[in-house]
């Protein structure tokens, strides 16, 4: 090799002045502006759509939940894709349990019964007498002998037109 191609290849691997160290590679800062964009390209290109007005999003894994408040969240069925984004915050099950109750469907009750139980054995002050709600939901009354359920309705009718002309 001639000094004229050596010192050129040497002029381009100096990020500084003449003293500096060499480097190899000179190092190319991305900003995070080109990676959004090109996560939004991506998105665009399988089609997802935005979902409007969902308040809350709730990402369940083992005892934490990872939750969305007031998210941006879009979606494509046919790939399968849901994008959800917004300012994460990681809290514990038992703390948002309360709060999410009520939306949880008739398959999810099951699986917070087995998160129920498992959190029974884990804590050693809850035993097996402590019930919850949902098993007193599912309880069904047994039926006297000799009762129907009309003879009953008559009588409270009974009873309150008795209360009533008193």
Do not use: C, Y
């Amino acid at each position: 090799m001639n000094r004229e191609k050596l010192a050129k290849m040497a002029g381009a691997v100096r990020t500084g002045g003449k003293g500096t160290i060499r480097r190899k590679k000179k190092a190319i800062h991305k900003t995070t502006t080109t990676d959004d964009k090109r996560l939004q390209s991506t998105l665009k290109r399988i089609g997802v759509n935005a979902i409007p007005a969902i308040e809350e999003v709730n990402i369940f894994k083992d005892d934490v939940v990872i939750q969305f408040l007031n998210p941006k969240v879009q979606a494509s069925i046919a790939a399968n894709t849901w994008v959800v984004s917004g300012s994460p915050q990681t809290k514990k099950l038992q703390d948002i349990l309360p709060g999410i109750i009520n939306q949880l469907g008739p398959d999810n009750l099951d699986n917070l019964r087995k998160l129920a139980e498992q959190f029974q054995k884990q804590v050693p002050g809850a035993g097996p007498n402590v019930t919850t709600q949902e098993e007193d939901d599912d309880d069904v009354p047994e039926l006297v002998a000799g009762e129907t359920f009309e003879a009953a309705a008559e009588e409270k009718k009974e009873d309150e037109i008795k209360a009533e002309a008193s």
